[in-house]
């Protein structure tokens, strides 16, 4: 399945929600961390590796990034959420119809240990969400199979983590909640990359 990626949004502070639906006025204390996902093509540095052959193209809403859905991403060598237990991650995109059911978009962190990954399942009416983080010896995902979502529409989603507890919002509703025994987040760098939407088969029976 092919997908556009407009931008992903790593915010890392403490945060207040009024309500579900007052979302995306969310209050934030400290500058994010924003990844505009069309600009990393262009950036030639050790820092940003581009696997494949992602493209740009332009939407509506400015530049985004067309996947493959199978062997095209983007690595990025930087660590945003090391040493948190507030956080949110956010990402505009539009996936297409098509293409393999599971599809792993964002993965923050290590391979199998503590990382925070964002996917959809694709289905024949549309998909779903699915919002996973494992924090030291804790994991949960927050998915449900009923709650299904246009295929070819653009789409905000975003996984609120605020010390264990784990909330889902799909454009600025709330969607599910969860919640885990929050340890800080990533002790140590040295597996510090960030990827999106390339899939990772062989960790995936590790999650």
Same mark, same amino acid.
């Given at each position: 399945m092919k997908h556009l990626i407009l931008t992903v949004l790593v915010v890392l502070s403490t945060f207040s929600i009024v309500s579900a639906q007052e979302y995306?006025?969310?209050?934030?204390?400290?500058?994010?961390? &924003?990844? /505009?996902? !069309?600009s990393l093509l262009n950036q030639?540095?050790?820092?940003?590796?581009?696997l494949g052959s992602p493209t740009t193209v332009s939407t509506k809403y400015g530049k985004a990034v067309e996947f493959n859905g199978k062997n095209d991403a983007i690595f990025i060598d930087k660590m945003p959420l090391a040493g948190l237990e507030?956080?949110?991650?956010?990402m505009i995109f539009n996936p297409y119809s098509g293409g393999n059911?599971?599809?792993?978009?964002?993965?923050?962190? &290590?391979? /199998?240990? !503590?990382?925070?990954?964002?996917?959809l399942r694709s289905v024949s009416k549309g998909w779903y969400f699915d919002a996973f983080i494992k924090?030291?010896?804790?994991?949960?995902?927050?998915?449900?199979?009923?709650?299904?979502?246009?295929?070819?529409?653009?789409?905000?989603?975003?996984?609120?983590v605020n010390h264990g507890?784990?909330?889902?919002?799909i454009n600025g509703k709330k969607e599910l909640e969860g919640k885990i025994n929050m340890t800080i987040f990533f002790y140590r760098q040295d597996f510090n990359?960030?990827?999106t939407n390339r899939e990772f088969m062989v960790q995936r029976n590790n999650l």
């Open positions: 995306l006025a969310v209050k934030i204390n400290s500058k994010p961390t &924003e990844w /505009t996902i !069309s030639k540095t050790d820092s940003v590796k581009v507030v956080f949110t991650v956010e059911f599971e599809q792993r978009i964002f993965h923050c962190g &290590e391979i /199998t240990n !503590s990382r925070v990954l964002l996917e924090a030291g010896n804790e994991k949960h995902t927050l998915i449900d199979s009923t709650l299904i979502h246009p295929h070819n529409q653009w789409c905000h989603v975003a996984f609120v507890q784990l909330t889902t919002y990359w960030c990827k």
